[in-house]
């Protein structure tokens, strides 16, 4: 089964910034809406951004103004641009895919991003 491969998570300093990308392993068809989660430790997984096809976009409201999300419909990637980050920033970030196709959701492994204050 195709998977997603999360990249570019590690450990930071507060006010810094980071990159995250995620790529699946195989070819995925019909990919309707990508997006970004997290989930730190305690707390149930939460959305951090989302972004459809058409290039509309969804944030949590914390994270407004700082994160900025992005697609590429052809290499079928997703990225989430971090800056102005925060210790409450910290979690696991999952990568998550939509599409019309089965199995129709996708998860990747997370990607652990810790901001130091």
């Known amino acids: 089964q195709v998977q997603l491969v999360e990249s570019g998570g590690g450990l930071v300093q507060a006010g810094g910034s980071r990159r995250l990308s995620c790529v699946p392993s195989?070819?995925?068809?019909?990919?309707?809406?990508m997006g970004w989660y997290r989930q730190a430790p305690g707390k149930q997984r939460e959305l951090v951004a989302t972004i459809t096809r058409g290039g509309s976009t969804n944030y949590a409201d914390s994270v407004k103004g700082r994160f900025t999300i992005s697609r590429d419909n052809i290499k079928n990637m997703v990225f989430l641009q971090m800056n102005s980050l925060k210790p409450e920033d910290t979690a696991v970030y999952y990568c998550?895919?939509?599409?019309?196709?089965?199995?129709?959701?996708?998860w990747g492994q997370g990607t652990q991003v810790t901001v130091s204050s």
């Open positions: 998550n895919l939509n599409s019309s196709l089965l199995p129709y959701n996708y």
């Open positions: 195989g070819m995925i068809f019909a990919i309707n809406e």
